[in-house]
């Protein structure tokens, strides 16, 4: 009895890590670098057959730790990162609701446009070097706060751009 016990344990578990894995997928599109600013397209993709609520990413997001977007020099694997805060701010916990979570039907996609200034990137971008540039958000690593259904609480990572600044 014990090890069926464990073994249910075992299997219920996995299908509640598996539902939560690949249910929404982030796509970096239509990367450009015009001057002293780089521009993208994130797409947040609800892949799972139900209806997720998502929270709105923003650039001030990197200042709660909520998103890093960061740039990997492809010939030394130096990171840099992009931080347009004078600091992090530490917060107890972020509410999700209706004001910043979209609710995305299966198949359904948010979009967002992003315009970074390259002076708020650590260390800075070197001219002429291959970068891999990717994103980041982790919403598993700040207590959320939310009285909405099926809110999307697991951590994502973009595909990978790779350019030459």
């Known amino acids: 009895m014990k090890h069926y016990l464990v073994i249910l344990g075992f299997l219920l578990f996995s299908s509640l890590v598996y539902s939560q894995e690949n249910k929404v997928n982030?796509?970096?599109r239509d990367f450009s670098v015009c001057?002293?600013?780089l521009n993208f397209y994130m797409e947040v993709n609800?892949?799972?057959?139900?209806?997720?609520?998502?929270y709105t990413p923003k650039v001030e997001d990197i200042c709660l730790n909520l998103m890093k977007i960061k740039f990997v020099n492809m010939s030394n694997n130096s990171v840099s990162e992009l931080f347009p805060c004078d600091h992090i701010i530490d917060l107890e916990y972020i509410v999700i609701d209706e004001k910043n979570g979209v609710s995305l039907d299966s198949n359904k996609k948010l979009e967002r446009?992003?315009?970074i200034n390259v002076a708020k990137i650590t260390p800075s971008l070197i001219k002429g070097e291959t970068y891999k540039f990717f994103l980041e958000l982790n919403l598993n690593e700040v207590p959320i706060k939310t009285n909405l259904k099926n809110v999307f609480l697991s951590n994502l990572k973009s595909n990978d751009v790779v350019f030459v600044f």
């Open 26 to 28: 982030i796509i970096l």
């Open 35 to 37: 001057r002293d600013t």
């Open 46 to 54: 609800n892949v799972s057959s139900q209806t997720v609520i998502i």
């Open 113 to 115: 446009n992003f315009k």
